[in-house]
């Protein structure tokens, strides 16, 4: 694989599309220093705008429901418009992993500031997420800890911290998650979204969680998990299976599984031996972007950032409303996004889109303007939109509909 042809690949993988004009500046930096350039971004990001403030009260249902609308209308112009898109690439990655649903938690709020805590710790440690999650609000109230009693601790907390947060299945015992139950109790949460110890409701005595015995703290146990053998392994995967979508090769699993451990699971460090990684460029280009993914990579390569209050709908629609996954287990991707209803679902979009679009826009004047209207495209699209998938007779299209097509093409359904 040729170096640009590598830059191009990283670019895709770590954010949404790629302009021409991030292409060509990739291209005179070379791999190395755009990947540098790209880490530092994610690390250093801060937003440009805040999400919406929520109402109060919560009861108010409208209110409450436009204020999603708003959260979600926001979140998509943050990663359409954002000069690091590998911080939000995280940052979607962290909302699937912690999947946290509007629909039962109805506090805007919450789901808001649970969205700054994926971006503040996101790409750092993953002892420290994880610290802040099992105190986090939202994820609380969506667990049932939040009125969590010592005499007859909940274990919803404790079974997914398990089971989809670290270790995984088969990686601890019924017993662990009674014993690491008693350690979620003595928090309660107030009006204000704030999470305050509970000394009246905390368990009082020693616990056994795995081979971790004593008088524990919740906090204890979580900074052990986090770098837990069978966690690292777990969380590697994970992040490799989103960026790079392909099997990891045993030796390359092995080697980050240990720089997991050594770095106290940071994603930056990690991600950066990902995005080096010969294993990661040999990946055949079969990633499929989800409908929110593909919605922003359109808004990206067209610039057109007016997403409205409605928007939730198709998304929800497509199958992908962000601040309400389905379940614990947040959305089926991948392969599972193919098939009839989907490719509807995401010509809608794209029909969306175009709508929206004033008739002097940059593109659809290139395009009345392009001896070749298919090269054109491929250009504005960084690449991704290759010249073979569109039709030969593009040229006798309205430049509406010939961009229609091109949207539609399966060239932005991969990355």
């Known amino acids: 694989m040729l170096e640009e042809q590598r830059i191009d690949h990283l670019l895709r993988r770590s954010g949404f599309g790629v302009t021409p004009q991030e292409r060509k500046a990739a291209h005179q930096r070379g791999?190395?220093?755009?990947?540098?350039?790209?880490?530092?971004?994610?690390?250093?990001?801060?937003?440009?705008?805040?999400?919406?403030?929520?109402?109060?009260?919560?009861?108010?249902?409208?209110?409450?429901?436009?204020?999603?609308?708003?959260?979600?209308?926001?979140?998509?112009?943050?990663?359409?418009?954002?000069?690091?898109?590998?911080?939000?690439?995280l940052t979607m990655f962290w909302h699937r992993h912690f999947a946290t649903s509007g629909a039962k938690v109805f506090r805007p709020g919450w789901m808001f500031e649970q969205n700054l805590t994926f971006r503040r710790f996101g790409t750092g440690a993953f002892s420290d997420l994880l610290g802040k999650m099992v105190e986090d609000p939202a994820l609380l109230s969506w667990l049932d800890a939040d009125q969590n009693p010592g005499q007859s601790p909940n274990e919803n907390l404790a079974r997914e911290l398990l089971e989809l947060f670290t270790l995984g299945i088969g990686n601890y015992s019924e017993a662990d998650v009674k014993e690491l139950a008693k350690l979620t109790t003595g928090?309660?949460?107030?009006?204000?979204?704030?999470?305050l110890p509970h000394p009246r409701g905390e368990y009082q005595g020693p616990v056994a969680v795995l081979d971790y015995k004593g008088q524990l703290k919740l906090k204890d146990v979580v900074q052990r998990l986090a770098v837990h053998p069978a966690t690292a392994r777990r969380m590697v995967a994970r992040l490799w299976d989103d960026f790079a979508a392909s099997t990891i090769p045993e030796s390359e699993s092995a080697r980050l599984v240990d720089l997991w451990m050594q770095s106290r699971g940071n994603v930056t460090v990690v991600m950066r031996e990902i995005f080096l990684s010969q294993h990661f460029h040999d990946a055949p280009r079969q990633r499929v972007n989800s409908?929110?993914?593909?919605?922003?990579?359109?808004?990206?390569?067209?610039?057109?950032?007016?997403?409205?209050?409605?928007?939730?709908?198709?998304?929800?629609?497509?199958?992908?409303?962000l601040f309400f996954p389905p379940s614990v287990k947040g959305w089926d991707l991948g392969p599972a996004l193919i098939h009839p209803s989907a490719l509807q679902t995401r010509l809608k979009i794209a029909q969306r889109i175009v709508s929206r679009l004033p008739e002097n826009h940059f593109v659809l004047r290139g395009l009345a303007r392009a001896a070749d209207p298919a090269r054109y495209l491929s250009h504005v699209s960084?690449?991704?939109?290759?010249?073979?998938?569109?039709?030969?007779?593009?040229?006798?299209?309205?430049?509406?509909?010939?961009?229609?097509?091109?949207?539609a093409s399966p060239d932005l359904w991969l990355s």
């Open 187 to 195: 928090q309660r949460l107030t009006l204000g979204g704030k999470t």
């Open 382 to 407: 960084g690449g991704q939109i290759r010249v073979e998938t569109l039709p030969s007779d593009l040229h006798t299209f309205e430049p509406q509909e010939a961009l229609l097509l091109a949207l």
């Open 291 to 321: 409908p929110v993914e593909y919605w922003v990579t359109c808004a990206r390569l067209l610039e057109s950032h007016d997403f409205r209050l409605d928007d939730a709908a198709l998304l929800h629609q497509a199958g992908e409303l």
């Open 31 to 89: 791999y190395r220093k755009t990947l540098q350039r790209l880490l530092h971004k994610s690390g250093t990001y801060r937003l440009s705008e805040s999400p919406p403030i929520a109402p109060m009260p919560h009861v108010i249902v409208p209110l409450t429901l436009v204020s999603f609308g708003q959260g979600v209308a926001w979140w998509l112009k943050t990663m359409a418009t954002t000069d690091s898109p590998l911080n939000e690439r």
